[in-house]
């Protein structure tokens, strides 16, 4: 499916979701500790070799499979759109793939109903694919699909589980209207994964189009400027670029007549959701409790409560079963400790100084000042942190820094109480607790306020559990610890 040496005319696929979201970051290690922190997708791009046909107008559909959901692409071209041997394609059309129960969800979460695997497929197949590939082309048109981590290491834990997923999305996609053969739905590598990226952000860029006037001397050609690319999923990472000197090159690219050395590298475990997973367990194996575990980067106040099987069966977690069902995760909004804990995932003392390496022991060459884009992964976050795609490291840092210091209490809780005071008048306030300190809830300012400001101050009645160090069961307007 996605081939790095191309014959000439071959169209390539993409998917254009980062074309409004490119951010540049230049450090690498600094970013990916900020990352951490938000949901993302996966870029697939995918080359497919050019289907010779007389009518003008082709279609190709792809299925970008990543480990949290799934989303239909739908490209057009004409045999004509060809440039210096790779042509050019427009997405028309785009469908998030949704289970039953409408929820987005990765194919690899399919294991104890493979199944459904293939039906959630269908809906966009007819709403999105079927709308717009015109009936008598749709023999013709081919529909690929590219699953990446979540399915890598499901394959990895449970090789039998992945391959009954795959043979339910086979079938679902055989018995559509559009042009199929069994390997055009298959599990990419990481390597793949991160030149598609590359592909997308550089094609993007208009890198490949603009050789003339933005170039720079290669050794023996003319080559573009391009741009690196970092790539954030929900189970790996990845990050791509040119390196004419590298020791290990993995991949030769032609495209548009210029050959690309390029150096990629996929780091499994390093997506949002497993980081997040081995971060989790991580701060479960260190403390000493076995039920109530500080997070130093959780919101101060903040309690999640998370089960430790579904923890250990991460396959990226090296945890071992416990009795211990469920912990609560409280947080301590301590940014420094937050920084320390999320650099463990990394083994950084593992290059033993050598510049070559980037941590964990993996090569990769000197990156010599290279721009790189960040996107996905990274994206997401940067919105998400209310900054803008041109935000320098030192602002990513500073809002890192401000968000990881946050206090649950003050921002969410306190506000919302408040809200409901307001909104609905109570006569009566009911808490299920002892949840902490009086000041856990800030609960000595909100009951002067409550008693003295507040639309409902001359009447309401609260009850005797707002805190647990010594106030517990004296103070309120009504006794209930006699219950207890
Ligand atoms: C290069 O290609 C990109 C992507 O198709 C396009 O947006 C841009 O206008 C092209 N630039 C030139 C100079 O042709
Ligand atoms: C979390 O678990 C604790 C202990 O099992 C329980 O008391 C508490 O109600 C749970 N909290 C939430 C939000 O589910
Ligand atoms: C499993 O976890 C328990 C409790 O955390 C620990 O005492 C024990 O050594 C662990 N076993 C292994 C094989 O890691
Ligand atoms: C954060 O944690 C460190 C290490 O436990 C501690 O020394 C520091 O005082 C804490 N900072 C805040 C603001 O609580
Ligand atoms: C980091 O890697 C080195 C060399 O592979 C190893 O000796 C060391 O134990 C690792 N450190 C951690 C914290 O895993
Ligand atoms: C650094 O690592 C690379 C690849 O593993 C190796 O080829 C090179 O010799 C190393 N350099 C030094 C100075 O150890
Ligand atoms: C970003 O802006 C929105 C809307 O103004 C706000 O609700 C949100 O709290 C902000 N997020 C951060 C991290 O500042
Ligand atoms: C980013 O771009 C916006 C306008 O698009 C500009 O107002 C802002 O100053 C820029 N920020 C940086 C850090 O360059």
């Not at 039953?100 to 695997?117: H, R």
């Not at 690196?228 to 030769?252: C, E, N, R, V, Y």
């Not at 076995?290 to 919101?299: A, E, F, L, R």
Request: net charge negative.
């Amino acid at each position: 499916m996605l081939s790095t040496d191309e014959e000439d005319n071959s169209p390539l696929i993409h998917r254009a979701e980062v074309r409004n979201s490119l951010s540049f970051v230049r450090d690498w290690a600094g970013c990916i500790v900020a990352t951490f922190l938000i949901i993302m997708g996966i870029t697939c791009i995918i080359v497919i070799s050019v289907y010779k046909a007389k009518v003008k107008d082709e279609y190709g559909i792809v299925l970008d499979a990543g480990s949290t959901h799934t989303n239909m692409f739908v490209y057009k071209w004409t045999v004509n759109d060809v440039v210096k041997g790779t042509a050019v394609v427009k997405e028309i059309g785009e469908c998030v793939v949704k289970d039953k129960d409408n929820e987005v969800a990765g194919i690899s979460s399919y294991v104890s109903n493979p199944d459904e695997a293939g039906q959630s497929l269908q809906s966009c197949i007819t709403s999105t694919a079927e709308k717009l590939i015109p009936s008598y082309l749709r023999n013709r048109s081919p529909i690929y699909l590219g699953a990446t981590a979540g399915m890598r290491l499901l394959k990895e834990m449970d090789a039998a589980a992945a391959s009954k997923i795959l043979a339910s999305v086979r079938k679902s996609l055989k018995s559509s209207p559009f042009m199929f053969k069994d390997d055009y739905a298959r599990i990419i590598s990481g390597e793949e994964e991160g030149l598609s990226s590359w592909i997308t952000v550089n094609y993007l860029n208009g890198a490949f189009n603009n050789s003339q006037e933005n170039s720079v001397r290669g050794s023996s050609q003319i080559i573009p400027l391009t741009v690196g690319a970092l790539d954030m999923g929900g189970a790996s990472t990845q990050i791509t670029f040119t390196s004419p000197k590298a020791a290990q090159p993995s991949s030769k690219l032609k495209l548009y007549g210029t050959e690309y050395q390029l150096y990629t590298h996929s780091y499994l475990c390093y997506g949002k959701k497993e980081a997040e997973d081995r971060f989790y367990a991580q701060l479960v194996k260190e403390s000493h409790s076995s039920t109530k575990v500080d997070n130093p980067c959780g919101p101060k106040g903040y309690r999640q409560n998370i089960t430790l099987t579904s923890l250990w069966a991460s396959p990226c977690v090296k945890g071992n079963t416990s009795n211990r069902i469920t912990v609560t995760l409280v947080g301590t909004g301590n940014h420094t400790l937050c920084s320390k804990e999320v650099s463990k995932l990394f083994n950084f003392t593992s290059c033993g100084g050598n510049s070559s390496c980037s941590f964990d022991g993996v090569y990769q060459p000197t990156i010599d000042g290279k721009e790189f884009f960040a996107f996905s992964g990274y994206n997401t976050v940067i919105k998400d942190l209310n900054l803008t795609s041109n935000a320098s490291l030192d602002q990513l840092q500073a809002a890192t820094k401000n968000i990881c210091e946050k206090s649950w209490d003050e921002e969410v809780l306190m506000p919302e109480l408040y809200d409901l005071i307001n909104t609905y008048k109570p006569e009566y306030l009911y808490v299920n607790g002892p949840h902490g300190p009086d000041t856990y809830w800030g609960s000595c300012n909100f009951f002067a306020c409550l008693y003295d400001e507040s639309p409902v101050k001359g009447i309401v009645l609260t009850n005797d559990r707002w805190c647990d160090n010594g106030c517990k069961c004296h103070h309120g307007g009504t006794f209930t610890c006699i219950d207890q």
